[in-house]
C-alpha cells in the first residue's frame, strides 16, 4: 500500500486536519469551532480498530461514556434542533467474541438515548457486515436513535437496503476498505452511481439518508435528483479536513434547489497510534489527500504571513 511508505512521523504530521486531537476535549473543542465558524454539524469517533485485549475494549467503553455525557452536557454544540451524534466502530468493542461486541454496542446506544444523543454503528470491512446491520436494526426497533452505515462498493449491498427500517438514519458510503473482486467492484465510478441509486431507495423507504461523499458532481446531484423527494430526511457528510467549503455553502444556502445540513466526521485519539493507523488508510483510498494537506498549510502560512 501507498501510505506504508510514509513514515510515522510524517503520516502525523498529514493527520494534523483530519484527526481533532488527542482527547475528548479536543474533540469538543474542534466542534464547536466547526459550529461557531461554519454552523456544521458533527458525528464525533473514537479511533482504533481491530482491539484484542479486554483491558482496551474497557478503556474504549469508558471513553465513549464520558464523551457521550460531554455531548449531552454541552449545549453550545447543538445548531438549530440538531445537535451531535457519536459514531462507533464494532471491532473497537471485542476482545471475545461477536456477543461481546452486541453488549458493549447495546449498553453503549442505551446509555446515549437516555441522555438524548444519537449513536451511527459505522460498517468496516465485510466480516463486520452481518453483525453490523443486525445489531444496528434490532436496537432501532426498540425505539433507540441508532443509524448505521451501507458501502455501496460490496455487491451484496442492494438486498441489504430492504433490511433497513422506515425512518432509520443510514450513511451511504462507497466505503474505504479493499475487498475482493468477488464480493465487491473496484469502479470507484460505479460506487458512486450506486450511492444515488441506493439513496433514492431508501429514501422511498422512509429512512433518514446521510450522504456520505467528497465528490462534487455526484454531491450535487444529490441535491438536485435525490432530496428533492424528501429534504428533511436528508444531509450531507464529509471528513473533517477535507476543503469543500464552496459547495457546504452551496448546500446549506440552498443553491442546488433545496436547503440541506452538512455533517463533519470528527475522529479523535487518545493514542497517535489509532491516529495514525487511520491516516494511512486515507491515504491509500485518496493519495491525494497529501495534495490537499499541503494545500491547506501552505494557504495558512500565507494568510499568517498577511495578518503580520
Known amino acids: ?15 494534523r ?16 469551532e466547526i459550529r461557531r465558524e461554519k454552523q456544521l454539524l458533527t458525528t464525533f469517533d473514537l479511533l482504533g480498530e481491530d482491539v484484542d485485549t479486554e483491558k482496551k475494549v474497557a478503556a474504549n467503553v469508558e471513553v ?3 464523551l457521550i455525557q460531554r455531548v449531552a452536557d454541552d449545549t453550545r454544540l447543538r445548531v438549530g ?25 447495546a449498553h453503549l446506544v442505551r446509555f446515549a438515548h437516555e441522555r438524548q444523543v444519537g449513536v451511527t454503528i459505522d460498517m468496516e470491512d465485510r466480516d463486520w457486515t452481518d453483525i453490523t446491520i443486525d445489531v444496528a436494526t434490532a436496537l432501532y426497533r426498540e425505539g433507540l436513535d441508532v443509524g448505521t ?48 441509486a441506493y ?6 423507504q422512509g429512512c433518514f439518508v446521510e450522504f456520505g461523499t467528497h465528490d462534487e458532481a455526484f454531491i ?11 429534504p ?3 444531509e450531507v457528510q464529509m471528513l473533517l479536513g477535507v476543503p469543500r467549503d464552496e459547495i457546504i455553502g452551496k448546500l446549506t444556502g440552498g443553491e442546488f434547489g433545496v436547503t440541506l445540513p452538512v455533517r463533519l466526521y470528527v475522529p479523535f485519539a487518545v493514542g497517535w497510534s489509532d491516529a495514525t493507523a487511520y491516516l494511512r488508510r486515507r491515504m491509500d483510498e485518496s493519495p491525494s489527500m497529501i495534495w490537499l494537506v499541503l494545500r491547506n498549510i501552505a494557504a495558512r502560512r500565507r494568510e499568517n504571513a498577511q495578518s503580520k
Do not use: W
Open 1 to 15: 500500500m501507498f501510505s506504508k511508505l510514509v513514515p510515522g512521523p510524517l503520516v502525523r504530521f498529514f493527520a
Open 17 to 32: 486536519p483530519y484527526v481533532a486531537g488527542d482527547s475528548i476535549r479536543a474533540a469538543l473543542d474542534v466542534a464547536d
Open 64 to 66: 465513549y461514556e464520558q
Open 81 to 105: 434542533e440538531y445537535q451531535p451524534t457519536v459514531s462507533l466502530k464494532p471491532s473497537g468493542f471485542t476482545a471475545k467474541d461477536q456477543d461481546d461486541v452486541r453488549e458493549r454496542l
Open 149 to 196: 452505515v451501507l458501502q455501496t462498493r460490496l455487491h451484496r449491498t442492494e438486498a441489504d437496503l430492504s433490511k433497513i427500517p422506515e425512518g432509520m438514519r443510514v450513511r451511504i458510503v462507497i466505503g474505504i476498505y479493499p475487498e475482493p473482486a468477488d464480493v465487491a467492484i473496484t469502479d470507484k465510478n460505479a460506487m458512486k452511481e450506486r450511492l444515488l
Open 199 to 204: 439513496a433514492k431507495v431508501l429514501l422511498d
Open 220 to 230: 450535487e446531484r444529490f441535491a438536485r435528483e435525490v432530496a428533492p423527494a424528501a
Open 232 to 234: 428533511d430526511r436528508c
